[in-house]
Structures are given as structure tokens and as C-alpha cells.
């Protein structure tokens, strides 16, 4: 591993940093309005993939398999600016969704039930929910680009222009605040707001269960 890449002591603060950003820049281009959002939205979730793929785990195929579904969102986010294609600006979507899904899960095979307890464990724990609640949220657009009408509070526009509106209902229902602007209303986008509900919940419950369990291995050690 060279100087510049992160270690197992310090990989998920970078990838904390490019979330948090990614969640911030996001909120700012809509309170500023600006004109060429999906273009800056693109330039900033490419960021955090990158980010991603550079500081999570680095077996072989796993690293050359994100590398390559960085590069092709990337690719279809250049062709669907110029082309302004609403087929490219759906296979984006699916594959941005499908490589949080699998960056949360690689994240948590490092962080769970495993290795000893400290601050970049902890640090990781918060990227994966910050993941979790991302996944959800491009969970909830590809559903209202499929199925247009099954997020009241959505608009009737292309995923970029709601995705603030659904990473704030995400993170609303994941931690079960549930203040009510935004409404699923068809069924498939009920089932995944229990779902994200219970994943919530669980998840919060088996952190603590996986740092007990690590803590407890330690003392009947001796450690």
C-alpha cells in the first residue's frame, strides 16, 4: 500500500468527509437555486464514489469492480448532459443506487462483529448509516422515475431535482422522526418506508450488540 492510501486506522474519516460534503454541497445548490444543479449533483456524487472506492477495502475484484461502476456513472452522467436523455438519466440511477448498496455492505463486513473497537470503527458505524440512508433515498427516486406519482411531494421532474427532497424524507424516515411533507402513496414506495424504518431501527440495534460483543471477546481475553 503506498503513503497516500488510507490505512485500516484512518480510511472511513476520508469517506465521513466526501459523505458529509456530498449531503452539504447538495443542500446548498438548493437553497442557492442554481440553474445547472444536475450538473454539480453529478460532479459531487462522482466525487464521493471516488472517494469510496479509494478508501474502502482494496480486495482485487471488489476494488476493480467499483472502480469500474464509478467510471461508467461518470460516463453516463457526461452522456445524459448532453444528451439530456431520460433512459441514460435512469441506468445513472440504478447503478448509483446499486453501488451504495454494495459499498454499505462491504463497510459493514469491515466494521461489525469483528477486529477491536476505536475511533475509526465508530467513524465507520456513521458512514454506514449516513450509506444507508443515501441507498434509501435512490431507493425512493428509481421507484418515482418507474412509477411516477408514488412520492406525494416529489415533482414531476427529472431524479436530480428531487433528490435533496428524498434524501431529507431518507433520513426523516430512517431515524423515524416522520414529520409528514413527503407521503409515499402507492405501494411499493410504502413498503420501502417500513422497511427503511425497521433497517433503521435494526441497524441501531445491532451496532450496540456488535461493539458489546467486540468489547466483551477483549476482557474474556484479557485485553
Same mark, same amino acid.
Given at each position: 500500500m503506498s503513503a497516500t492510501s488510507p490505512t485500516e486506522r484512518d480510511n472511513f474519516i476520508w469517506l465521513l468527509i466526501a459523505l458529509v460534503t456530498l449531503l452539504f454541497s447538495g443542500a446548498l445548490m438548493q437553497q442557492l437555486e442554481l440553474e445547472d444543479g444536475a450538473s454539480l449533483i453529478n460532479i459531487?456524487?462522482?466525487?464521493?464514489?471516488? &472517494? !469510496?472506492v479509494w478508501s474502502m477495502e482494496r480486495r482485487k475484484a471488489w476494488y476493480q469492480s467499483r472502480i469500474g461502476l464509478t467510471v461508467f456513472i461518470a460516463a453516463i452522467g457526461i452522456g445524459d448532459y448532453f444528451l439530456n436523455s431520460a433512459g441514460l438519466s435512469l441506468l445513472q440511477l440504478i447503478f448509483i443506487f446499486s453501488f451504495f448498496s454494495f459499498t454499505t455492505l462491504l463497510a459493514c463486513r469491515q466494521i461489525l462483529f469483528q477486529g477491536s473497537v476505536d475511533l475509526n470503527k465508530i467513524i465507520g458505524? *456513521?458512514?454506514?448509516? *449516513?450509506?444507508?440512508?443515501?441507498?434509501?433515498?435512490?431507493?425512493?427516486?428509481? /421507484?418515482?422515475?418507474?412509477?411516477?406519482?408514488?412520492? #406525494?411531494?416529489?415533482?414531476?421532474?427529472?431524479w436530480h431535482a428531487n433528490l435533496q427532497d428524498a434524501v431529507y424524507y431518507?433520513? /426523516?424516515?430512517?431515524?423515524?422522526?416522520?414529520?409528514? $411533507?413527503?407521503?409515499? /402513496?402507492?405501494?411499493?414506495?410504502?413498503? #420501502?418506508?417500513?422497511? $427503511? !424504518?425497521?433497517?433503521?431501527?435494526?441497524?441501531?440495534?445491532?451496532? &450496540?450488540?456488535s461493539l458489546i460483543g467486540i468489547r466483551l471477546a477483549k476482557i474474556r481475553d484479557g485485553d
Amino acid at each position: 500500500m503506498s503513503a497516500t492510501s488510507p490505512t485500516e486506522r484512518d480510511n472511513f474519516i476520508w469517506l465521513l468527509i466526501a459523505l458529509v460534503t456530498l449531503l452539504f454541497s447538495g443542500a446548498l445548490m438548493q437553497q442557492l437555486e442554481l440553474e445547472d444543479g444536475a450538473s454539480l449533483i453529478n460532479i459531487s456524487i462522482s466525487f464521493t464514489l471516488l &472517494v !469510496a472506492v479509494w478508501s474502502m477495502e482494496r480486495r482485487k475484484a471488489w476494488y476493480q469492480s467499483r472502480i469500474g461502476l464509478t467510471v461508467f456513472i461518470a460516463a453516463i452522467g457526461i452522456g445524459d448532459y448532453f444528451l439530456n436523455s431520460a433512459g441514460l438519466s435512469l441506468l445513472q440511477l440504478i447503478f448509483i443506487f446499486s453501488f451504495f448498496s454494495f459499498t454499505t455492505l462491504l463497510a459493514c463486513r469491515q466494521i461489525l462483529f469483528q477486529g477491536s473497537v476505536d475511533l475509526n470503527k465508530i467513524i465507520g458505524a *456513521i458512514c454506514i448509516y *449516513i450509506m444507508m440512508g443515501l441507498t434509501w433515498a435512490f431507493s425512493y427516486l428509481l /421507484v418515482e422515475e418507474i412509477f411516477p406519482g408514488s412520492m #406525494l411531494g416529489f415533482t414531476e421532474a427529472d431524479w436530480h431535482a428531487n433528490l435533496q427532497d428524498a434524501v431529507y424524507y431518507s433520513f /426523516v424516515t430512517l431515524t423515524t422522526l416522520g414529520y409528514g $411533507e413527503i407521503t409515499p /402513496v402507492q405501494p411499493l414506495a410504502r413498503f #420501502l418506508a417500513y422497511m $427503511e !424504518a425497521l433497517t433503521g431501527q435494526f441497524y441501531i440495534a445491532i451496532l &450496540v450488540a456488535s461493539l458489546i460483543g467486540i468489547r466483551l471477546a477483549k476482557i474474556r481475553d484479557g485485553d
